[in-house]
């Protein structure tokens, strides 16, 4: 096994020999930069201040060679001084160096580049290297850079513990608005003078002294973390009392326990019921529910059938919710769901009358959409037969409060009804006629006895 090794490290050995040969060969003349021939005065320079940069330019040929030396800032777009020129015997170094007043914080990427003053036989690959040089700031003037200062300001206080460390008036600043605690009027910036801290009892370097969550400003009782505000103005803290905002609802039942104005939110979108318009949040407003289609604007759902009250055809009838061809009666009673049905329009001349009198009633108005009416049954509520025709005349014989329905049936044998009551009354008239005769014949009767007693 070890002589394996050792027979890879002879191949190896050999292989780098003739890769080296064959590159010499191919750049007989030949100045070389690497990373290690460029380095600088300082580690890390201070802004402002003077740096070196040194370089060590390698002949690898077999004859003298000269050439000139250039250094870059990269990042200021600049030359650094002047070219440098070099003289380099064959297998030897030769080094140059500038000065450079470095300006700018952060990173300086540094670039050296050797020209050659015959470019027959040189390799430019190893022409030009490229080494950072990070600037840091010297905040105290200490001639150490921050970086490796552990008192950049010099104020005695270590920059681990100072909240301005390059801010030598003062080394702390307790809510971090970048004013130091000595000059700064609110330390702790819960919005109250350190001075009226002192007076109320409150700690000015803290921003809740009593750790309720709530700052001493907001904080009402800013001693006691057991309490905080008293939103009523009751004298009773919120966190003893029964109804925050007394407005009349207890807290346990107010969606709203700190507004007065509100209490319930039924539909839980954050409008209380007074401000809100859809109570129930139902796609109906509050008013059209009132009064127009008489259900509960605090029931999604009026009739209890899994509809919501905008949604459902019948919002009053848990048996119905769907009317598929419009025509008024819900799908379940709907003998014909395609078919829309006819519609019973009924007109009268009249709706209250007098027995005896005959009455006009009229359908002719009655439409079906989807086809024809066939039939139109009369049933005047006081007996008598029932009759058939699109208008009818009739006679009621006594006095008395009759319903009166007309039946339509269409060409789909689907009927509807439409009903009207009627008000009979008496004929004053003809019992004014009648009376006035018996009165009358009374008259003329007791007369008669009149005269015959006289003649007797």
């Known amino acids: 096994m070890q002589k394996t090794k050792l027979k890879m490290g002879i191949i190896i050995c050999f292989a780098l020999a003739i890769f080296t040969g064959a590159q010499a060969a191919d750049f007989p003349n030949d100045l070389v930069l690497n990373p290690s021939s460029v380095y600088f005065s300082k580690e890390i320079p201070i802004v402002d201040s003077n740096l070196r940069i040194y370089a060590s330019v390698t002949n690898n040929s077999a004859q003298d060679l000269s050439g000139t ?27 140059v160096f500038v000065d450079f007043q470095i300006k700018g ?12 003053w015959s470019v027959d036989g040189d390799n430019p690959d190893n022409n030009k290297v490229i080494k950072n040089v990070f600037v840091d700031y010297d905040t105290d003037g200490d001639g150490i850079p921050n970086s490796q200062d552990i008192d950049d300001d010099n104020d005695g206080c270590n920059d681990v513990d100072d909240d301005l460390p390059y801010d030598k008036s003062d080394c702390k600043d307790t809510d971090g608005d970048k004013i130091g605690d000595k000059i700064d009027p609110d330390d702790d910036n819960d919005e109250l003078l350190d001075i009226e801290e002192l007076e109320k009892g409150t700690d000015p370097l803290l921003y809740d002294t009593d750790g309720d969550g709530i700052n001493d400003k907001d904080d009402l009782y800013p001693l006691d973390k057991t309490k905080s505000a008293d939103t009523d103005g009751d004298g009773i803290a919120d966190e003893e009392d029964s109804d925050d905002d007394n407005d009349g609802c207890p807290d346990s039942e107010d969606h709203f326990p700190l507004n007065a104005a509100e209490c319930l939110d039924t539909d839980g979108d954050g409008i209380g019921n007074n401000q809100d318009d859809d109570d129930d949040n139902d796609g109906l407003k509050d008013f059209e529910e009132e009064s127009i289609t008489s259900t509960d604007p605090l029931l999604y759902d009026t009739d209890g059938d899994g509809v919501n009250d905008k949604d459902d055809a019948f919002p009053l009838d848990p048996n119905e919710s769907v009317d598929s061809d419009q025509d008024g009666l819900g799908d379940n009673a709907d003998p014909n769901d395609e078919n829309a049905g006819p519609i019973a329009v009924l ?32 049933d005047f509520g006081d007996s008598s037969p029932k009759k058939k025709g699109q208008t009818i005349s009739h006679i009621y014989e006594e006095p008395g409060n009759y319903l009166v329905s007309l039946k339509v049936t269409d060409d789909k044998e689907e009927s509807r009804i439409k009903t009207v009551e009627m008000i009979v009354k008496r004929d004053l008239m003809k019992v004014y006629v009648l009376i006035s005769f018996g009165l009358v014949l009374l008259f003329i009767a007791g007369l008669k006895k009149i005269v015959d007693g006289v003649e007797d």
């Open 105 to 116: 914080y952060g990173d300086h990427p540094i670039a050296v580049r050797v020209i050659p």
């Open 69 to 95: 030396v250039k250094f870059y800032d990269e990042k200021m777009q600049m030359q650094i001084g002047v070219d440098q020129p070099i003289s380099v015997l064959a297998g030897s170094t030769d080094d």
């Open 347 to 378: 007109y009268t001349t009249t709706l209250i009358t007098k027995a005896g009198k005959a009455v006009e009633f009229d359908a002719t108005a009655s439409i079906d959409s989807d086809g024809t009416i066939v039939d139109f049954e009369w």
